[in-house]
Nanobody, 115 residues
Framework: QVQLVESGGGLVQAGGSLTLSCAASGPFLYKAMNWYRQAPGKQRDLVATITNTGSTNYADSVKGRFTISRDSAKNTMYLQIHSVQFEDTAVYYC??????????WGQGTQVTVSS
């Protein structure tokens, strides 16, 4: 079973930038890879998607500030966050949609925005 591990979260000042990583334990076939986030007391929301063909899609709330990308050679997906806002404080999860079976989730990485 492939595992996903997020990293790169932490404390960041408002207006700053950071990059989250999602490393897979090995190569695997997927339909799309996603970044979700869950703020305290709120539901988990989809923020960015990259398909196996490289197409990307973003939630309206993050368009222009978030960039999703992947490095297939490293089995790693990234999420660049620019102009960080207080509203970006959340636990960020990576997710893999597979053609068969259940999706795969990482354990999450906390992003906290400070003033």
């Amino acid at each position: 079973q492939v595992q996903l591990v997020e990293s790169g979260g932490g404390l960041v000042q408002a207006g700053g930038s950071l990059t989250l990583s999602c490393a897979a334990s090995g190569p695997f076939l997927y339909k799309a890879m996603n970044w979700y986030r869950q703020a305290p007391g709120k539901q988990r929301d989809l923020v960015a998607t990259i398909t196996n063909t490289g197409s990307t899609n973003y939630a309206d709330s993050v368009k222009g500030r978030f960039t999703i990308s992947r490095d297939s050679a490293k089995n790693t997906m990234y999420l660049q966050i620019h102009s960080v806002q207080f509203e970006d404080t959340a636990v960020y999860y990576c997710n893999a949609e597979r053609y068969y079976g259940l999706g795969i989730w990482g354990q999450g990485t906390q992003v906290t925005v400070s003033s």
